[in-house]
């Protein structure tokens, strides 16, 4: 489970040579302003390569620490300078950060209305970009805002989720995510209709895109939901209680139910019967509260987990006291109530249907995810995402629709019209690093979170053949990017 991967953990920085080549070769800009930036040195590190179509975009993820929740907790940030806790130093000081990253999508969660109006609106949208936020329930100020670059991005549908769910003595938190169905206008605007004879103008150049399959060929709905590269982006902040995993994973699986029903694309005779015959890709991002290799993790990872017997105090790998608790209110055939509507396959359907299940108490899911961090430097060195008095621990994720994900042959997997692939990430601080400016948040950094962030590109169409390649194992070897 910890093998040594420090040979994969290249920085890009390193290698002057490559850094020059792939200035002179990578032609999209999303790429080519992230290797520039290393800001904070935090480069981006390289993953895969990718030849042909798709767009390419990056996505951000970021508790940027509530006021409120800091003041009620001010045990935890009593080693922290005061001038560096407050809002009006931390508000800019975020904007900053996450603008110098130059991303496409960014997903914050612990953002109070009153500062997403008053500091976060205006700060990023004399950048490029508009912003939604859905507040938690009761009397709570802070909930999940989500902004999008408007000249990389059309937006299709945005839709807020509520945890909190009558009849339920898992789903009663006022946790919330939001949801962005978004449509790429690069992949927009080069779409080709193949489907019809080449005009004299254009007749040749359209007659070999079409026979290469470099061109989006798909049709548009009606609201251009599955017209051109299209993602389903949900940000979501889960419950933070260490010892209700089992509160954590049903939110999960209403979150996954709801990102099933927005991502669907549906064409005139699938509408008539009710069922999708594909879906856009899924990124699931935000602060899960949970550990990596956690019980809920590979849940994430591989798309099951067996509930029977198991221990709502572990779940979320938080809590390490030698104590337990089973899951309670679960039944063999339904981890939640039957009113809420969401099976154990999580998506909407009839969950007194047993049979579909085998008698057998998991939970699964069809959305084929792998995350975009390791999670950690070394066999002995883990990352890290939040750091104060108390915890310096992983708990932030972005969760992507892979095109490397290999499903059992047992598992009903989603159909995606396009699956992602993982161009890189900005790499995390290592606590030595780190140690020295004192617990988050310092003069550097504006939250007691790192921001975490993935760079991706569309994978080809499904059915299509995805040409890839591994960054080499070699020591000192080229690391690639697009070409």
């Not at 992949?187 to 040749?204: F, L, M, R």
């Not at 579909?356 to 999670?375: D, I, K, W």
């Not at 995390?428 to 962030?453: C, F, K, M, T, V």
Request: aromatic fraction near 8%.
């Amino acid at each position: 489970m910890f093998c040594c991967v420090s040979s994969l953990a290249f920085h890009l920085s390193r290698s002057s040579t490559c850094a020059r080549r792939i200035q002179a070769r990578v032609s999209c800009c999303v790429w080519r302003r992230a290797m520039s930036t290393g800001l904070l040195n935090r480069p981006v590190e390289s993953v895969v390569k990718v030849d042909g179509p798709g767009s390419q975009f990056s996505v951000v993820s970021y508790n940027i620490l509530s006021d409120n929740l800091r003041e009620q907790h001010p045990d935890l940030y009593e080693e922290c300078n005061e001038k560096f806790v407050t809002w009006e130093h931390r508000g800019p000081q975020l904007i900053r950060e996450v603008v110098s990253y130059d991303a496409d999508v960014i997903c914050m969660q612990e953002v109070e209305k009153g500062h997403f109006d008053a500091t976060l609106v205006p700060g990023f949208e004399q950048h490029g970009f508009k912003g939604f936020h859905v507040a938690r329930n009761g009397d709570h100020p802070d909930g999940c805002a989500t902004f999008y670059r408007t000249e990389r991005f059309d937006l299709i549908k945005q839709q807020p989720v509520e945890y909190h769910r009558p009849g339920s003595n898992m789903l009663d938190r006022d946790n919330v995510a939001l949801l962005l169905l978004l449509r790429s206008k690069e992949s927009k605007q080069s779409a080709v209709d193949c489907s019809s004879p080449p005009d004299s103008t254009t007749g040749g150049e359209k007659r070999d895109s079409c026979a290469a399959g470099n061109v989006d060929t798909s049709p548009c709905s009606a609201d251009g939901g599955d017209c051109g590269d299209t993602v389903l982006v949900a940000n979501t902040h889960l419950l933070f209680n260490p010892r209700r995993g089992d509160v954590k994973l049903a939110q999960l699986m209403l979150l996954m139910a709801e990102a099933q029903r927005l991502s669907a694309i549906t064409d005139e005779a699938s509408s008539s019967a009710g069922s999708p015959v594909s879906h856009h890709p899924i990124i699931l991002t935000g602060d899960f509260n949970l550990t990596p290799f956690s019980p809920i993790y590979w849940f994430l990872t591989t798309g099951g987990l067996y509930y029977e017997g198991a221990d709502q105090f572990s779940l979320s790998g938080q809590e390490r006291k030698n104590r337990s608790k089973p899951v309670r209110g679960a039944t063999r055939n339904a981890l939640l109530p039957e009113a809420i509507g969401v099976s154990n396959r999580c998506i909407y359907e009839d969950t007194s249907l047993g049979k579909r299940f085998n008698n057998v108490p998991a939970v699964t899911h069809p959305l084929g995810l792998a995350s975009a961090y390791q999670h950690f430097f070394s066999r002995d060195e883990l990352e890290f995402t939040t750091y104060h008095s108390r915890v310096c621990c992983t708990v932030d994720y972005i969760m992507f629709a892979s095109d490397q994900f290999s499903a059992r042959h047992d598992m009903d997997m989603l159909q995606y019209r396009r699956r992602l692939s993982l161009l890189g990430r900005r790499q995390l601080l290592r606590q030595a690093h780190l140690h020295p400016l004192g617990p988050l948040p310092n003069e550097q950094y504006a939250s007691d979170h790192l921001a975490i962030q993935a760079f991706f590109q569309f994978a080809p169409a499904a059915g299509a053949p995805s040409h890839q390649s591994r960054m080499s194992t070699t020591p000192g070897a080229s690391k690639r990017t697009r070409h």
